[in-house]
Structures are given as structure tokens and as C-alpha cells.
């Protein structure tokens, strides 16, 4: 202040923190005041940058575009590396296409006495791979009560599976799928794609009633279509182990009937031989 200037007292020496303010200069030789200066002290904000810590780079699609936060005056991107550091851009958008550590520096202009000053900041972050998912395998636990699908699968990324593309979940585990074609679809959650794969889920209905009411009048097993030779047939016995029939896989299937006769209700059994030499067993009621 003035009144400590002309006491001489509270003088500032090395550094002062400090918001916008004034200070006074005192000049002088002997003790006697040569004269006073008072300076401005102009205190502007620097840049606070906020971004993520990480972001996601489709490694089979490599090109991420991130933009910098808004209201800045100056933007400017380097990419960290052991050989030197490399600014690739100088907008508010930057187009990335490699893995690795990333700086983005902001600032702000400021014009002071005829000159611009720049108070400039910076933020770190690291661009992390992720891409589609590759199924290795999936294992099918079928004509049970309950089938079950676990998809196995690698790549970088984070995945979440489903049976409809439309429920996903985390879990590569599937519980109670219904017989048939069933399609699997794998997505990643950094949204870097879907694969799908359709799968065949054996299966047959534990019994049917063949009235001719349209509803559950035909037999069949489900999702073996691709699974049996052409010229393959299943077998179907009686409780006795009598052959009663045989209907092919791709028939619309037995309708309760042999030689013409219809049979009576009671259980019944089938067996088929699949391509892979896999032999099925089972049984199913006749209902009337």
C-alpha cells in the first residue's frame, strides 16, 4: 500500500501469490524517495482442461477422432514416445491411429500492452486397443432339459453376448435355449463391432398329440438339419424296443401312425447317428 511505501515497511521480496492487484515502487538513493511506481498485477486463469483418462482405438478400423473440450484459444496434441515427442495436430479435433500415451495442451490469449500472452495447461491420456470379437468355440449341451450355448471367444476388447442382438449380457454362458437355429452375436462395448455366427441347437419336444387340431400334430426332432448325412434317418421303437418307423430329419415328421394304423398313446423311443458318429438317444409320449 501506499502507507506502507512511505513507512517502509512490509517490503515483498521473492515470489507472491497473489488474485489482481496493485503494488507500489519506491526508488531511491540515501534514503531520500527518488520517486514511486505503482504496477498492475493482472492475474488470468489458465486452461482447465478436462478429457478421459483412456480412450478406445478399433485395432481392425484404426482411426479415432476425439475432439478437445470447448472454449480455448489454442489446441495443440503431442504423442509421447520414447524417440521424441510429435505434435500431430493443432485444432480442436485430432485424428489418432495409434496406441499410446497422448498430451493435450489448451490455452488461453490474453492481450497485454500491446502484446498477446498465452496461459497454456495440459491433461494426459492414453489410447487403449479394443476390437471385434473372434469366436474359437462354442460349446452346445443339448437335447437336455436344459440346453445350454457358452461361446468362447479372443480379441482385445470388452465383450457382451447375445441371443436376439437385442438382450445382452456378460455372461458367455446361455442357459434353457430353446431348440433350433439359433444365431450368437458378440459385441464389443467400446461399440468396435458385432460378430455373429449362427449355431444349431438339437433338440424335440417331449411329446405331441396328433388329433389334427393343428397344434403339436407332428413329431420332429429340431436344429439337426445340418448335422446328418443326406440319406439319414431317425428310428423311432416302441416302449418295448419294437421298430415301429423311421422319418427323415428334414420330414415334417411322424404323426403317430404305422402302416397306415395310428398307435396308441404311450411312450416312445428314437435314435439317430449324426455326421460327427454321434449316436442319439431319447423318448417322448404319444398323447391322445
Not at 18 to 45: D, F, H, K, W
Not at 158 to 170: F, G, I, R
Not at 185 to 208: H, L, N, Q, R, W
Not at 281 to 288: N, Q, S, T
Amino acid at each position: 500500500s501506499l502507507r506502507d511505501m512511505s513507512l517502509e515497511q512490509n517490503r515483498i521480496t521473492g515470489s507472491i501469490a497473489t488474485t489482481n492487484t496493485a503494488l507500489y515502487a519506491r526508488m531511491s538513493t540515501n534514503n531520500q524517495c527518488l520517486g514511486v511506481e505503482r504496477i498492475e498485477l493482472i492475474v488470468n486463469p489458465s486452461p482447465i482442461v478436462e478429457m478421459q483418462e483412456t480412450y478406445v482405438l478399433c485395432t481392425d478400423n484404426p482411426s479415432l477422432s476425439i475432439t478437445g473440450p470447448d472454449g480455448f484459444d489454442a489446441y495443440r496434441w503431442i504423442k509421447l514416445s520414447a524417440t521424441g515427442n510429435m505434435e500431430i495436430g493443432d485444432k480442436k479435433n485430432a485424428l489418432i491411429t495409434e496406441l499410446g500415451t497422448y498430451v493435450l495442451e489448451t490455452g488461453f490469449n490474453y492481450h497485454i500492452n500491446g502484446e498477446t500472452v498465452s496461459c497454456e495447461n495440459s491433461t494426459t491420456f492414453k489410447v487403449l486397443p479394443s476390437n471385434k470379437a473372434q469366436i474359437q468355440n462354442i460349446e452346445i449341451k443339448d437335447f437336455s432339459n436344459n440346453n445350454t450355448v457358452q461361446v468362447e471367444v479372443t480379441g482385445d476388447g470388452e465383450y457382451l453376448y447375445s441371443l436376439d442382438a437385442v438382450n445382452y449380457q456378460k455372461s458367455n454362458l446361455f442357459d434353457n435355449v430353446e431348440p433350433g437355429f439359433v444365431t450368437v452375436y458378440v459385441k464389443d462395448v467400446y461399440e468396435c463391432g458385432i460378430t455373429e455366427k449362427e449355431i444349431a441347437v438339437m433338440g424335440y419336444p417331449k411329446f405331441f398329440t396328433p388329433n389334427g387340431d393343428g397344434v403339436n400334430d407332428y413329431w420332429q426332432l429340431t436344429g439337426v438339419e445340418n448335422l446328418v448325412a443326406s440319406d439319414a434317418f431317425i428310428a423311432i421303437y416302441d416302449r418295448y424296443g419294437a421298430f415301429v418307423t423311421q422319418i427323415r430329419p428334414d420330414d415334417i415328421g411322424w404323426n403317430g401312425a404305422a402302416n397306415a394304423q395310428s398307435l396308441p398313446a404311450s411312450d416312445y423311443w428314437f435314435r439317430i447317428n449324426l455326421k460327427d458318429g454321434r449316436e442319439f438317444k431319447g423318448h417322448f409320449a404319444l398323447k391322445r
